[in-house]
């Protein structure tokens, strides 16, 4: 994916420990869903079939609270709208983890402006401290973190170095062992 997304930049692919994200369902600021690589013949089935469950349910559905209804509806247009992909990306088995502002509670979390490729926007940033606010969950940096792949790019030892030294800093135990050189094929510009 990195190959896409950094231009001549050295892009690294993180691999994450999905537990502390299945023990975070609970938390309303944020959440983690799988990415869906349906065709649209295979996402109209399932709007179809939830469409179908709501008409089974009806009556149990009018006695829920309304707040927890809307949040469901606007869960599901939301994992629609921004966890799709096409499905020759399935071999990517991609989660994301998700916070809406102004809609999500925001706890835990904090705001902050950034930029992003040249453009200012405000980013949302989830603290992965030990003493973080949920660290008793295990979010943090040396519990998620699995393996780091680096590039492709011109200067892998380079680009793993730093990252070692980063990963260290950050507690994270036995860090050369967790870095991978990929051996995709692809050349970059020089810059």
Known sequence: MWRAYTGNYAGVALVL???PFTQMIQDPSFFSVPVSYATEQELKQKLLRTA?????????????????????FSSLLRKIATASKHQGFREEEEWRVM??????????????TGTIRGIPQIITKLSLHRDGPFAS???????????????????????????????????????????????????????
């Open 99 to 112: 916070h809406t502002r102004f809609v999500d509670p925001s706890d835990g979390l904090r705001y902050e």
């Open 17 to 19: 420990n999905p537990e």
């Open 137 to 191: 969950k295990g979010m943090t940096i040396p519990n998620l973190l699995r393996q780091v792949i680096i590039g492709p790019t011109n200067y892998p030892f380079v680009v793993a170095e730093a990252i070692e030294t980063a990963m260290i800093t950050a507690g994270i135990p036995d860090a050369q062992s967790k870095i991978k050189i990929s051996q995709i094929p692809l050349r970059m510009e020089p810059s």
């Open 52 to 72: 179908a469950g709501i008409e089974e349910h009806h009556e149990f559905i009018l006695t829920q609270p309304r707040d927890l209804i809307e949040w469901y």
